[in-house]
């Protein structure tokens, strides 16, 4: 059974409703996992959803901020959410695909919204800094994401950290500059380890070339300019590691009128 996935910050669901029904249309994946939903779960758009053909919907949001959710064309067998830092702010959710998805062995999907961390490096005078650091620590330290050896697993998400040199626009320009820090990708990258994930953008297109997912809004032609950043990710365990054979970045989507400032990512596994 191949499962056709994709990530995507969509910077409030509500809002950007009409773009994301526009590319469920044209791309069809199986699941779709969306951070930054910016609504309460009562407030989500379930009947737009099911409308496309995405039947079963696990959502963790909360009222203007945050947010994640997994919409699905295959039901899971069941959904599972964290907190960390001891807030509670909707930045993870779990499902699991088993026999309901005709699987013999469950497949763990963990959908994850890294805070962004504000704008100054410095976790002793920014709390939003200290804040996204201590949650990339605890993602490694508590060990529930860590896979176990045949553990089959997929993690995706806007992680927020643009982990290696040309992850980004300049290597040299953002070193100081939140999201490609030398700390948080550090603490991304051991985190990864830690698990064994398989980062599957880089499997698929190797250093140095460039791979870009975020363009920001300040910029007055993000096009021309291009100063992008890889912050959505699609990881995969040991277990999966020779199972994906694709990967595509929607780019086209931040041109649309509206857009969100990520674009979908998206990648087909055999399951």
Same mark, same amino acid.
């Given at each position: 059974?191949?499962?056709?996935?994709?990530?995507?910050?969509?910077?409030?669901?509500?809002? /950007?409703?009409?773009?994301?029904?526009?590319?469920?249309?044209?791309?069809?994946?199986?699941?779709?996992?969306?951070? #930054?939903?910016?609504?309460?779960?009562?407030?989500?758009?379930?009947? /737009?959803?099911?409308?496309?053909?995405?039947?079963?919907?696990?959502?963790?949001?909360?009222?203007?901020?945050?947010?994640?959710?997994?919409?699905?064309?295959?039901?899971?067998?069941?959904?599972?959410?964290?907190?960390?830092?001891?807030?509670?702010?909707?930045?993870?959710?779990?499902?699991?695909? %088993? $026999?309901?998805?005709?699987?013999?062995?469950?497949?763990?999907?963990?959908?994850?919204?890294?805070?962004?961390?504000?704008? #100054?490096?410095?976790?002793?005078?920014?709390?939003?800094?200290?804040?996204?650091?201590?949650?990339?620590?605890?993602?490694?330290?508590?060990?529930?994401?860590?896979?176990?050896?045949?553990?089959?697993?997929?993690?995706?998400?806007?992680?927020?950290?643009?982990?290696? #040199?040309?992850?980004?626009?300049?290597?040299?320009?953002?070193?100081?500059?939140?999201?490609?820090?030398?700390?948080?990708?550090?603490?991304?990258?051991?985190?990864?380890?830690?698990?064994?994930?398989?980062?599957?953008?880089? #499997?698929?297109?190797?250093?140095?070339?460039?791979?870009?997912?975020?363009?920001?809004?300040?910029?007055?032609?993000?096009?021309?300019?291009?100063? %992008? /950043?890889?912050?959505?990710?699609?990881?995969?365990?040991?277990?999966? %590691? $020779?199972?994906?054979?694709?990967? &595509?970045?929607?780019?086209? &989507?931040?041109?649309?009128? %509206?857009?969100?400032?990520?674009?979908?990512?998206?990648?087909?596994?055999?399951?």
């Amino acid at each position: 059974m191949k499962l056709t996935l994709t990530t995507w910050n969509i910077n409030s669901v509500r809002l /950007r409703i009409d773009l994301v029904a526009r590319f469920l249309k044209a791309a069809r994946p199986d699941v779709l996992c969306l951070q #930054e939903t910016k609504c309460p779960d009562d407030a989500f758009p379930l009947k /737009r959803f099911r409308r496309l053909g995405y039947e079963h919907v696990a959502i963790n949001g909360q009222k203007g901020y945050h947010g994640v959710a997994v919409v699905s064309r295959i039901p899971f067998d069941a959904v599972d959410k964290r907190g960390f830092c001891g807030k509670t702010d909707s930045r993870h959710l779990r499902v699991t695909f %088993g $026999d309901k998805a005709g699987l013999s062995d469950p497949l763990t999907l963990h959908n994850f919204y890294v805070p962004a961390g504000g704008d #100054e490096p410095d976790p002793g005078i920014n709390p939003k800094f200290e804040h996204k650091l201590a949650f990339l620590d605890e993602m490694k330290d508590c060990g529930a994401f860590l896979p176990a050896r045949n553990e089959r697993a997929i993690l995706v998400g806007d992680l927020n950290v643009a982990p290696l #040199e040309h992850d980004v626009w300049s290597h040299k320009a953002l070193l100081k500059v939140v999201s490609h820090t030398p700390v948080e990708c550090e603490k991304l990258t051991a985190f990864r380890r830690a698990g064994n994930w398989i980062d599957v953008a880089r #499997e698929t297109i190797p250093e140095p070339e460039k791979v870009y997912t975020w363009w920001s809004y300040r910029a007055p032609d993000w096009a021309a300019a291009n100063k %992008g /950043r890889r912050l959505d990710h699609i990881w995969v365990s040991e277990a999966l %590691g $020779d199972r994906f054979h694709s990967f &595509a970045i929607a780019r086209a &989507a931040r041109g649309w009128t %509206g857009p969100s400032d990520h674009v979908p990512v998206t990648t087909a596994i055999e399951i």
